[in-house]
């Protein structure tokens, strides 16, 4: 079968490799769609560390072709939870189970979803309707990061939200902080998303923080920060009102610096969250794909085959592109 390996920084390409053997407890599935995600980018780069010559693909669901022992029907659409955390380590046992000692991530640790075919353990599928679109599946895994992200902003009824960044993980969060009655503003620059954002429920969108600073003046109670810049990172606290918090969701580069001023986050009791992973959200995020709360057909840029991974995971994703979609 195909699969799109990374074989070094710098080295991916999609390869004849061995049909996946059926190790315990795991089950097979026949990949139906599979996210390309900023991470799968940092990886090429070895901005974020990886393991060479495993198979990448870690936002993917598909159908069972082999349930292995586990009670999963064949047939039945699943999406995985990448992450396998230990339990028996000392962050698993205090409940932090995202920050796992020995967590080995599907699509980074061990054989993804960029592939015909992938095992993956029983007991992180999560199963989806039939009858839904098989592309939507690949957005239970960045939907369940968001709510974690979500979780820790703790978005009360009327409280002003800004969400900066206008990419997946930006628009979902859109969509979540309205879910759970924020005044929602979406700052990105480009003005596709913006349109898009206001078309998921943002209540205004913005291009720049000088406008977000006119819409409200002394700021958001919760700034969201999904685009993974040093520029908006360095940014959030000015956008945020006194007392409020930020929650920081995208990944930047590991090894990046941004300037902070402690003086003002203290002066100004700013907290300030890191969000990462998605521990115990995957169940919420399929259910929420499964009954439509979340609308994702939008973020849906196009679909691509495992030829064009490689090739598209080596460059930037091109303006305006939300998400490519690998359908193998
Ligand atoms: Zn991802
Ligand atoms: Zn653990």
Known sequence: MRATRLFDVGDIRTVDVPYPKLESGDIIVRVEAAGICGTDRHLFKGEFPSVPGKTLGHEFSGIVVDAGASDIKVGARVTCDPNTWCGACDQCQAGRVNLCRNNLATGIGRDGGFAEYCAFPAHKAHILPEDLDPLYGAFCEPLACTIHGVDMAQVRAGERVLVIGGGVIGLLAVQLAKAAGGDVALLTRSTDKQKLGASLGADATVGAPEDLKAHWPDGADIVIECAGVPATVAMSPALT?????????????????????????????IQMHFSFLNPFTHA??????????????????????????????????PAGEVRAIVVP
């Open 241 to 269: 009102r006194s007392g409020g918090r930020i929650v920081i969701l995208g990944v930047l580069p590991q090894g990046e610096q941004v300037p902070l001023e402690p003086f003002d986050l203290l002066f100004r009791e």
């Open 284 to 317: 919420r995020a399929a259910a929420m794909i499964a009954d439509g709360t979340i609308s994702v057909s939008k973020l849906i840029t196009r679909t691509i085959s495992l030829e064009d991974a490689p090739d598209v995971i080596a460059n930037p994703a």
